[in-house]
T-cell receptor
């Protein structure tokens, strides 16, 4: 079936540095999402993105977070600067219009 | 806000036994949300198992069933006879679908271990 690819699967970053998480969504999808899961907790919605714009974001989507999909390529989540509490698994997802949401395997971010 | 509560794992069952994972929801942003079960098999990404968008209806897939009960706000997942390949983490979720897409609210996930 359709695949959402996330690279890399694990990233370690020093606190205060910038990190960009990359996602290659399903090719004809129009909606893009990021979710965050802290170890032992629920997967939580961060943001969704459509037609080049953030449509909705949660309170977890701090000012240090930004998303973009330049030229229809990778959908990225940038955190600048990173904080210890940003350590989590970040899941990218995509969907067409009101259809099934497909998820990637996640990128584990460790901030040290 | 919206929330989903499901059976805490791990749940261990023997092959050919029945399985039920309880799920209840609270939806404040929408009266009748869409309800989902997602599954993550070992080494794989999260994938949709089944969904129901109409209260009172039942969804089924791969031998699993779940009925959307708006009176009890529940969406329990059941399978009459599990196989070792059903070992996975199961997530109950609800969604509000609007022009901004599908925003999913997940439960914490239930790890199921099926003994051969």
């Amino acid at each position: 079936g359709p695949k959402v690819l996330q690279i890399p699967s694990h990233q370690i970053i020093d606190m205060g540095q910038m990190v960009t998480l990359n996602c290659d969504p399903v090719s004809n999808h129009l909606y893009f999402y990021w979710y965050k899961q802290i170890l032992g907790q629920q997967m939580e919605f961060l943001v969704n993105f459509y037609n080049g714009k953030v449509m909705e974001k949660s309170k977890l989507f701090k000012d240090q977070f930004s998303v973009e999909r330049p030229d229809g390529s990778y959908f990225t989540l940038k955190i600048q600067p990173t904080a210890l509490e940003d350590s989590a698994v970040y899941f990218c997802a995509s969907s067409f219009i009101n259809t099934e949401v497909f998820f990637g395997k996640g990128t584990r971010l460790t901030v040290v | 806000g919206d929330s989903v509560t499901q059976t805490e794992g791990p749940v261990t069952v023997s092959e050919s036994e029945s399985l039920i994972i309880n799920c209840t929801y609270s939806a404040t942003s929408i009266a009748y949300p869409n309800l989902f079960w997602y599954v993550r098999y070992p080494g794989e990404g999260l994938q949709l198992l089944l969904k129901v968008i109409t209260a009172g209806q039942k969804g089924s897939s791969r031998g699993f069933e779940a009925t959307y009960n708006k009176e009890t706000t529940s969406f329990h997942l059941q399978k009459a006879s599990v196989q070792e390949s059903d070992s996975a983490v199961y997530y109950c979720a609800l969604a509000m679908t609007n022009s901004a897409g599908n925003k999913l609210t997940f439960g914490i996930g239930t790890r199921v271990l099926v003994r051969p």
